[in-house]
């Protein structure tokens, strides 16, 4: 399950909201946002800890799926140029 799906899953039922999960992950609402959203890709140790939090249901390697497969996207948004 990407984190997208478990954070509003969870936001529809009245489980969890922006502050609680930011607040557990130790970053501010703003950066969750951007994961959320998928403007920002984590760093490995969020990562994993996005993994422990949501006690496996967010798998680190989902995240780096995704910004695999949309780092041309990424790149273009960081300014990051494609080693050849």
């Given at each position: 399950?990407?984190?997208y799906?478990y954070?509003?899953?969870?936001?529809?039922?009245g489980?969890?909201?922006?502050?609680?999960?930011?607040?557990?992950?130790?970053?501010?609402r703003?950066?969750?946002?951007?994961?959320?959203?998928?403007?920002?890709?984590?760093?490995?140790?969020?990562?994993i800890?996005?993994?422990?939090?949501?006690?496996?249901?967010?798998?680190?390697?989902e995240?780096?799926?995704?910004?695999i497969?949309?780092?041309?996207?990424?790149?273009?948004?960081y300014?990051?140029?494609?080693?050849k």
């Amino acid at each position: 399950m990407d984190l997208y799906d478990y954070y509003y899953g969870l936001k529809k039922v009245g489980k969890l909201d922006t502050k609680q999960l930011a607040d557990k992950l130790g970053i501010s609402r703003c950066h969750l946002s951007g994961l959320i959203n998928g403007r920002l890709p984590p760093s490995f140790k969020l990562a994993i800890k996005i993994e422990r939090v949501t006690d496996g249901e967010v798998s680190m390697m989902e995240m780096f799926r995704y910004a695999i497969k949309n780092f041309d996207k990424l790149a273009k948004q960081y300014r990051i140029e494609r080693e050849k």
